[in-house]
């Protein structure tokens, strides 16, 4: 009787045990009761705002897209040679020299601006001094003179052989034989021009630029400089004219400077038009020289509500990712010295503190390399450079825009991991355009299964930069 009791008591707890191991203790990964084992890829935050990058729509960055411009009277010749060295500090690729202005009005042997009422009474860096400190410039020649007399008459004819030879003086003075770019006027044609209309004016100066050209090209039959006729880029109709007119020397022109100063409200100069104004005055002139150097230009204050300081800043990262698309060759900044335009310097008037313009314009020749990936914009603006085949730099601006839980959607680029993300903020969110150097922070954000790197911005203030970095192939 004991035996038989002691028989059930373990069959029942065998059973028990067989009954708990099939219902409770199932390791299949495959049961759908442990779904968290799925190889399913984690999801991600979803974001509101989709920004666009194409990394298959590649186009070449050129270095020089990152000059700047000289400042003759606002920089003197005798603390250039520091001013080159806060340059070197942003790592800018070339000089435009003497600058814009004072181009027109400067005595190559002397130093100075004889007939400009805008003189400064320490001169700026000569020729000398220039060459001591920089080792890649470009230079402007002079039109005034003889722009400023009737085209045909006997004063006209006098000035452009003086002004064939103040080109020679200038490349010879400055050795620009060998590289560089040579600029025929400052767009001086565009002003007063001895008081006639506008088509008068582009047609003395067509005349002007050709003889020039004619006597630069016979003079140096080997040179390697680029040579360039100066316009107005939003109107590239403009450029067909003027090669309508050019009866000689039309190809010793290489390409076409212009000055694209720009912004986002104005319906004149907007942003959204610069990258095809720029092709098409290139292209309007020559199709089969389309060198094109944007000798100077700027985020606008008058077409971008007053923005400064870092508020400007949010602005220079789209500019170059159109001049990069736009296949610009080289491009100078202007102002390089916060005197000459309060708010949109790169550096203060003594060259100790570089300002959120020059911040990020340091940041962009240091990192946006190699090609420019065509990108779309959705309320904050992207751009974004693929430096090598796994290496992809991302460069996002908030502006004045509400805070949103931002995505850049890569396509044609597999990201296998972000390397790194910062952020560059405003020393002050509530005077976003104060004259201080904004602030450098480390910053996160999360790569979803769409491809998709999804952060926050302008969270905590407006007008943020974000720079991410991301590896992939």
Not at 338 to 347: A, E, K, R
Not at 443 to 457: G, S
Request: net charge negative; hydrophobic share 35%.
């Amino acid at each position: 009787m004991k035996l038989n009791k002691i028989k059930l008591i373990l069959t029942l707890i065998v059973g028990f045990a067989m009954f708990s191991c099939t219902k409770t203790e199932v390791t299949d990964p495959n049961d759908p009761k442990y779904n968290d084992l799925t190889d399913e890829p984690f999801e991600g935050p979803t974001p509101e705002i989709v920004l666009m990058v194409d990394a298959a729509d590649k186009i070449e960055i050129n270095p020089e897209i990152f000059g700047v411009n000289n400042d003759w009277k606002q920089v003197p010749n005798t603390s250039f040679s520091a001013f080159a060295s806060t340059l070197n500090g942003i790592d800018y690729s070339i000089m435009r020299y003497p600058g814009g202005w004072e181009s027109e009005f400067y005595d190559w042997e002397t130093n100075t601006t004889p007939g400009w009422d805008s003189a400064p009474t320490n001169p700026g860096a000569s020729f000398t001094t220039l060459k001591a400190n920089v080792a890649n410039f470009s230079i402007v020649i002079p039109t005034t003179t003889a722009m400023d007399k009737a085209l045909g008459s006997t004063q006209f004819n006098t000035a452009l052989q003086a002004l064939k030879l103040t080109a020679e003086k200038a490349i010879n003075k400055v050795g620009i034989n060998e590289a560089g770019i040579i600029e025929i006027g400052n767009e001086w044609w565009l002003q007063w021009a001895g008081g006639v209309n506008r088509a008068e004016k582009l047609a003395k100066y067509t005349q002007i630029a050709m003889n020039l050209a004619e006597h630069i090209d016979q003079k140096y039959p080997d040179h390697r400089f680029k040579l360039l006729v100066n316009g107005d880029y939003t109107k590239p109709e403009e450029f067909t004219t003027m090669k309508q007119q050019f009866t000689k020397a039309y190809d010793a022109i290489d390409g076409v400077a212009l000055h694209t100063y720009a912004g986002y409200q104005t319906d004149t100069h907007n942003m959204s038009d610069l990258e095809s104004r720029i092709k098409a005055c290139a292209d309007n002139f020559n199709p089969n020289k389309q060198f094109v150097y944007l000798s100077e230009w700027m985020p606008s204050r008058d077409y971008n509500d007053r923005a400064l300081y870092m508020e400007a800043a949010n602005i220079i990262p789209d500019m170059i990712q159109i001049y990069a698309r736009a296949k610009a060759d080289a491009a100078a900044f202007w102002p390089p010295i916060n005197t000459s335009i309060p708010g949109l310097g790169l550096t203060n008037w003594n060259y100790s503190t570089v300002f959120p313009v020059g911040q990020i314009f340091g940041e962009l020749s240091r990192s946006y390399k190699g090609h420019a990936l065509k990108t779309t914009s959705n309320r904050y603006h992207v751009a974004a450079a693929l430096n090598d085949s796994q290496t992809m730099v991302v460069f996002v601006t908030g502006g004045k825009e509400n805070t949103a839980l931002a995505g850049v959607k890569v396509e044609n680029f597999t990201i296998s991991s972000i390397e790194s993300v910062e952020r560059y903020v405003p020393e002050d969110y509530t005077e976003t355009n104060k004259a201080v150097a904004y602030k450098t922070e480390k910053a996160t954000a999360t790569l979803n299964k769409n491809n998709e790197v999804v952060f926050n911005i302008n969270k905590e203030g407006k007008y943020q930069i974000y720079k991410i970095v991301l590896k992939g192939n």
